[in-house]
């Protein structure tokens, strides 16, 4: 597989990075992105990943635009509120870049589909907004053994980290019990804010996917942007790790009683060290 004469010509400020090459944009090309939510996060990840040239990305979504969702969600316009949101972003990134390959997944994730699904792709891309999805795609990556780029925002504070399967920890290290904290939609959130962190974890899904730069893998990034101030934490495993170190099936640790201790913070039992 080569590039064509125009995508040598969309491309080619990428093509001239060394650490890009010809070589790196057609590992972009050749890759394969499972975009689970299509909200804020997944808006700017979306546009980025296809404006990059990643050849292969699937968008995950069973909602529909809503009027609330248009001062974060970039993707959308007024005109398609009530649009199926997977069905207007295929029509956006068609639109931006005509060489990708965008497949459309409108059913919520869920253990029926989750391992199938998964396992089409290279590396997931978490921009959903609850916890049980989150542990959901943690779950099913590490058995899978695959990478995620993992966001989440509200209010004026973002996060971001990348998990490797079971190269290194995991979610539930620094999550063994759903938080307490409440997502955007009822704390609320500045428009800006997904688009940043949608962006980050953009980032770092290329860099995966070139073997470039230094990951966030073992390390959570944290953004407050009402203080302009971004703060990285090194985390390890936590030796007891219900997933990737006792390695509990995704059916056992999807039951709903399971672990259901709510904490606010990062557990104490997580082992982190403040940069």
């Excluded at 695959?146 to 973002?158: D, L, M, N, T, V």
């Excluded at 688009?195 to 953004?223: C, D, H, N, S, Y």
Aim: charged content about 15%; hydrophobic content about 45%.
């Amino acid at each position: 597989m080569t590039l064509t004469p125009a995508e040598m010509n969309r491309y080619s400020q990428q093509l001239n990075l060394d650490q890009i090459g010809l070589d790196g944009q057609l590992k972009l090309k050749n890759a394969r992105v499972l975009c689970i939510g299509a909200g804020g996060l997944g808006s700017a990840l979306l546009f980025y990943l296809g404006a990059a040239g990643v050849g292969h990305i699937g968008i995950m979504d069973d909602d529909v635009i809503e009027l609330s969702n248009l001062h974060r969600q970039i993707l959308y316009q007024t005109s398609q509120l009530g649009q199926k949101k997977v069905f207007m972003a295929h029509q956006q990134l068609s639109a931006l870049n005509p060489d990708i390959d965008i497949a459309l997944h409108t059913d919520k994730l869920n253990l029926n589909n989750a391992h199938e699904l998964i396992n089409q792709y290279d590396i997931i891309a978490d921009c959903s907004d609850n916890f049980a999805t989150h542990y959901l795609i943690n779950d099913v990556c590490f058995h899978l053994n695959k990478p995620y780029a993992f966001a989440s925002i509200a209010q004026f504070e973002g996060q971001c980290s990348l998990f490797l399967g079971k190269q290194g920890p995991c979610y539930r290290c620094l999550f063994p019990f759903k938080s307490s904290i409440p997502d955007c939609s009822a704390a609320g959130v500045l428009g800006v804010l997904p688009g940043l962190f949608g962006v980050i974890q953009a980032t770092e899904i290329i860099k995966w996917i070139l073997k470039t730069g230094e990951p966030l893998a073992g390390r959570w990034l944290v953004g407050d942007l009402l203080k302009m101030q971004f703060r990285q934490f090194y985390f390890i495993q936590n030796p007891e790790c219900t997933l990737c170190i006792l390695q509990q099936s995704v059916e056992l640790l999807s039951q709903p009683d399971l672990y259901s201790k709510s904490v606010d913070a990062v557990s104490a039992r997580a082992v982190i060290a403040r940069l």
